[in-house]
């Protein structure tokens, strides 16, 4: 049986700018994915580089009092240098300026422009030099570049024209045939949607009056290709197409990780011009979301363009990566704080994986001076967390599969969890207490042991330092790939009885958060009285049945049979929740995505209006809106409220 490969790429990053957060996440993301495949045992290629022509490096460039090319090299750089910081391991980095790439171009550009898809015109436009394109009235905001805020330029000019209109109808039946061409599905709708339009052909050169920093066309020497045409195709001319062997054996089983603000290229150009030139059709783009910092997108000119190598620095390469693909769901939006990173880093990393790590191997140590008794057979059964293991497993494989990260994650979280609690079921600290029950003790310290071994293995793909340091830790020998592929990682009972381990060092230590003291002498204002009646008095006790639970909105949509209900699907932690919520009058599906609320969690699940609902989300009633109860930081999913 032929061994399954695949090919993953980042876009090559524009390099009018040094990296910033949103190329950390990208990257980070396929190499994550491409760490998970090696895991499952597929051949694996990594892609990613950087894009060096047109009007904005030509800008950056006279800014800085230098030449393009010069300017070119020395941000393409900034780029191959953060990778081994990230803990990145890509296997090619590719530059539009390399003459490899350039030769590919070239012989594409000649292909269809012989073919006949290719023609020379005269236009009229608006064009944007923020994006180095041309944009149609429907497509402005306001009569205003949607990306950069302000009013294209009308251009008149003569160009060549790539006719996409041609191939709009193939186009469309190919998304609507190949279920996953284009995840997450929203953004496989937002292209169906954009398609439903007619589809302008596409000007693909600059002429050389106005820009000489580019690839000159085959055909006319007066002329440079657009940016976009020339970047797309490093996905191929990186692999060495036509007759290379990295093509033959990668392409087409390739996913493409993109960000969505540049989903229209790779989703509508990119396959058109394959079509064009004989090429088949990539295997999917994974889309994800934006981060947003300081509230909103990350923008240079509002100041809120995060620093990757700063943030390391701060709290570390593997805390980093966990929180990037812990905290955004792929494809929605998420927030950047610092305030998220040191919650999570406390509560996900200190609390719960390092503190189990160090009291299972504390207790081993202190009870047993290290040695693993082994368990009892009698016993195993009894003490087996081999089950919750396999659904740990069997859960981080699924969500992998679809990229879903954060799912993967909680996967492994929920394992931990369900460790912490069969440490205080199960007491080791009594059972060491009564000789009796040695053989208790060590079966129940075995069973831990083994727990935090195959944690150890299903982090690597996000935190491979850290998985390193517990497997070194648990005495395993690192396999010389670097990791244990997943038929390994099962079966059960893999750690040796007798062998012995030290107590641990700290993986994570805690992070100390400063309150800011409130401002003295601050003006309170005076709460208006409270109209309706108090409720019946309850105790303590009777409050203490509710299990309220900060929650984030990953999804919602209008229930159509209802002017009010929303159904809503929550993240809690270790586990998602479909809630329907009463709220549609003063929340409008968009708006609520992404909000952070409170649940009651342990309400009974009832059915309302023929829709599960498992839980109840907080609102105070106002002038006849309802207000979201929430929170003034950003808290983890899952986080009790008191």
């Not at 695949?6 to 760490?35: E, W």
């Not at 670097?482 to 012995?500: N, R, T």
């Not at 929650?551 to 993240?571: H, P």
Request: aromatic share 10%.
């Amino acid at each position: 049986m032929e061994k399954k490969r695949q090919f993953f790429t980042t876009p090559i990053y524009y390099v009018n700018a040094k990296p910033h957060l949103g190329h950390a996440y990208t990257s980070i993301a396929a190499d994550v994915a491409t760490r998970f495949k090696q895991m499952d045992n597929q051949e694996t290629y990594f892609l990613t580089g950087t894009d060096e022509h047109g009007d904005k490096i030509v800008q950056a460039a006279e800014k800085q009092n230098t030449s393009p090319k010069a300017y070119a090299d020395q941000i393409s750089q900034l780029f191959q240098d953060i990778l081994p910081l990230l803990q990145i391991k890509n296997d090619q980095f590719i530059r539009t300026t390399d003459p490899e790439h350039i030769q590919v171009v070239t012989a594409i550009l000649t292909k269809i422009h012989d073919s006949g898809d290719i023609y020379f015109a005269s236009y009229e436009g608006l064009y944007c030099f923020g994006c180095e394109r041309f944009y149609q009235e429907r497509e402005l905001v306001d009569g205003k570049c949607p990306d950069h805020g302000v009013a294209p330029e009308k251009i008149k000019e003569s160009n060549y024209f790539f006719k996409m209109s041609k191939y709009q109808e193939w186009l469309i039946d190919h998304i609507n045939t190949h279920e996953n061409f284009i995840q997450p599905d929203q953004y496989k709708n937002e292209i169906l949607s954009f398609l439903k339009e007619p589809l302008e052909d596409l000007c693909i050169s600059r002429p050389k009056t106005r820009l000489t920093w580019g690839i000159t066309l085959p055909f006319d020497p007066d002329y440079v290709t657009y940016v976009w045409f020339d970047a797309l195709v490093n996905y191929v001319s990186a692999l060495g197409y036509p007759d290379g062997d990295k093509f033959k054996r990668f392409w087409p089983t390739t996913r493409h990780f993109v960000a969505k603000d540049i989903i229209k290229p790779h989703g509508i150009y990119w396959p058109i011009m394959l079509k064009a030139a004989g090429i088949d059709i990539y295997e999917g783009l994974n889309v994800h979301g934006f981060w947003n910092v300081k509230g909103s997108k990350m923008s240079k000119s509002i100041g809120n363009v995060t620093d990757p190598i700063e943030v390391t620095k701060e709290f570390g390469v593997d805390p980093f990566r966990y929180f990037l693909m812990r905290e955004m769901v792929f494809g929605l939006d998420a927030n950047f704080t610092e305030d998220a990173i040191v919650a999570r880093i406390n509560a996900d990393l200190a609390n719960d994986l390092g503190n189990l790590f160090s009291r299972i191997l504390s207790m081993n140590t202190r009870y047993f001076k290290g040695e693993i008794m082994g368990q009892d057979p009698a016993l195993a059964a009894q003490f087996s967390l081999e089950a919750n293991a396999i659904t740990a497993i069997d859960g981080f494989k699924e969500a992998m599969e679809r990229c879903q990260f954060h799912k993967g994650l909680a996967s492994i979280w929920a394992f931990i969890s369900t460790m912490n609690k069969y440490i205080d079921t199960n007491e080791p600290w009594s059972l060491a207490k009564d000789p009796s029950k040695e053989s208790a003790l060590g079966t129940v310290l075995y069973n831990l042991i083994e727990g935090v071994r195959v944690v150890s293995c299903l982090i690597y793909p996000v935190m491979p330092a850290t998985s390193h340091k517990m497997q070194r830790a648990l005495g395993l020998e690192i396999p010389t790939k670097g990791f244990f592929a997943l038929d390994q990682i099962l079966p059960w009972a893999q750690i040796k009885k007798g062998a012995s381990l030290d107590k641990p060092e700290i993986l994570f230590p805690r992070i100390d958060i400063k309150k800011s003291a409130s401002p003295k002498n601050a003006p309170v204002k005076k709460a208006k009285a409270f109209k309706p009646a108090l409720k019946e008095e309850i105790s303590i006790e009777d409050f203490s049945k509710i299990d309220l639970r900060a929650a984030t909105i990953l999804s919602a949509e209008k229930i159509e049979t209802s002017n009010k209900l929303v159904k809503l699907v929550v993240d809690l932690g270790a586990q998602t929740r479909q809630v329907i919520a009463g709220i549609g009058k003063s929340y409008t599906p968009q708006e609520l995505v992404g909000k952070q609320v409170i649940v009651v969690a342990n309400l009974k699940e009832a059915q309302i209006m023929g829709e599960l609902s498992q839980g109840m989300v907080l609102a105070a009633s106002h002038k006849k809106e309802l207000i979201l109860s929430g929170f003034e930081k950003d808290l983890l999913p899952g986080n009790s409220v008191k």
